[in-house]
């Protein structure tokens, strides 16, 4: 469904997503909250962790694979002292 027009169109999901963030980032920089909304189109152009998962996966067949990319990808890192 088209959002602006009211029409049946078929519109890509990440098109919506995009408008969407257009028609808030004033709000957001009203805010002080720009980062978010950046973040979000952070996540449509290089992919959100499924994504990543699938293409290690898709790589070399191998789950074990996946789970050490998880592991990574959630490590903590300890603060450094004194910061």
Do not use: C, K, Y
């Amino acid at each position: 469904m088209d959002l602006v027009t009211g029409r049946r169109n078929r519109i890509p999901v990440a098109r919506l997503i995009r408008w969407t963030v257009d028609d808030l980032m004033p709000h957001a920089r009203e805010l002080g909250s720009e980062r978010e909304l950046e973040g979000v189109l952070e996540i449509l152009s290089r992919g959100n962790s499924a994504d990543r998962q699938l293409r290690v996966f898709n790589a070399n067949r191998d789950i074990t694979e996946v789970a050490r990319e998880i592991a990574e990808a959630t490590e903590v890192v300890p603060a450094a002292a004194g910061a």
